[in-house]
C-alpha cells in the first residue's frame, strides 16, 4: 500500500478529515450525523459528505454506480469511483479542507480497496495507482472502520429497503469484503480504528467519540 500511515491534518493549515466505512448495514450514516453533532458542538464548521457522490459532477456518477442494472467490469467501477472521486475532492472536501473545516465522509477510497480490490479481485497495484493520482496527499487523517458480522448487516441492510448492486450478491462476496476492511486497519494502524458496530448506537457512538478524541485531541 502506497500509504504513509501518518495523520497529518487539523490545526496544521487544513481542518481534521475523517471517513467512516464498513460493508452494508453497518450504521456509518447514523454514526456520522451523531458525530457531526458532537463535532458541530465543538464550535468548529462540519462539512458532511458521502462517496460516490458528494459533488455535483460526482453525485452524477453515483447514479450509474448504483444502478443494480449497470453490469460493469470491477475495472471500470474502480475507475468511475476514481474519477467521481477526484471531482468530489476538487469541488468539496479540499476547499473545505482549506478553511479549517472539519470534514466528514461517508465511504472514501478505502470502500474502492475493499469492493473493487478485495471483494471483487482488481489488483492492489490498480487501486494503490488510483489511490496515488487522485487521493495523493488528501488521505483522511482517521478512519472508522464499523465492523459488523455479515449476516447483522445484511439483515439491516434489506430492513431497510436497500437494494444496491452489492447487497444481492453472495455471503462469501461480504465476507472477503469484511476481511478485506480488517487488513487495511492492519496496514494503516495509526489511521484506521476498526469499531464493533454490533451494539446499540448509543454504544457504538461512546466509542467514536473516545477515538476521535484520542487519536485527534478534539475534546468531545
Ligand atoms: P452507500 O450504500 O454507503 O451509499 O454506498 C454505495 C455503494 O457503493 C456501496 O454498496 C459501496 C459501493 N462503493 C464501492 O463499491 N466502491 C467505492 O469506492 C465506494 C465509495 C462505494
Redesign the pocket.
Known amino acids: 500500500m502506497a500509504e504513509a500511515d501518518v495523520p497529518t491534518g487539523g490545526g496544521a493549515g487544513r481542518g481534521w478529515f475523517i471517513t467512516l466505512e464498513g460493508g452494508?448495514g453497518a450504521g456509518?450514516?447514523t454514526q456520522l450525523c451523531s458525530l457531526a453533532n458532537a463535532l458541530g458542538e465543538t464550535g468548529c464548521e462540519v462539512v458532511t459528505t458521502?462517496?460516490?457522490?458528494g459533488s455535483p459532477g460526482a453525485e452524477r456518477v453515483?447514479s450509474v454506480?448504483?444502478d443494480p442494472e449497470a453490469a460493469l467490469t470491477p475495472l471500470c467501477?474502480?475507475m468511475l469511483?476514481?474519477g467521481?472521486?477526484h471531482d468530489h475532492l476538487t469541488n468539496t472536501i479540499r476547499p473545505a479542507l482549506a478553511r479549517g473545516a472539519c470534514v466528514l465522509c461517508?465511504?472514501?477510497?478505502?470502500?474502492?480497496?475493499?469492493?473493487?480490490g478485495f471483494?471483487l479481485g482488481l489488483a492492489e497495484s490498480t487501486v494503490d495507482t488510483l489511490e496515488e493520482l487522485v487521493v495523493a496527499e488528501t488521505m483522511p487523517d482517521l478512519t472508522l472502520i464499523l465492523d459488523v458480522p455479515v449476516d447483522v448487516g445484511l439483515e439491516r441492510?434489506r430492513g431497510r429497503g436497500?437494494h444496491?448492486?452489492?447487497?444481492a450478491m453472495a455471503f462469501a462476496f461480504h465476507e472477503h469484503l469484511r476481511a478485506g476492511y480488517r487488513a487495511i486497519a492492519a496496514r494503516a494502524p495509526a489511521r484506521c480504528a476498526v469499531v464493533d458496530a454490533n451494539r446499540p448506537a448509543e454504544v457504538v457512538q461512546t466509542d467514536v467519540r473516545r477515538i476521535v478524541r484520542e487519536r485527534l485531541g478534539i475534546a468531545l
Open positions: 452494508e456509518k450514516t458521502r462517496e460516490p457522490g453515483r454506480l448504483i467501477e474502480a469511483h476514481a467521481a472521486r461517508d465511504r472514501f477510497t478505502d470502500s474502492t480497496r475493499a469492493y473493487q471483494g441492510a436497500i444496491d448492486r452489492y447487497e
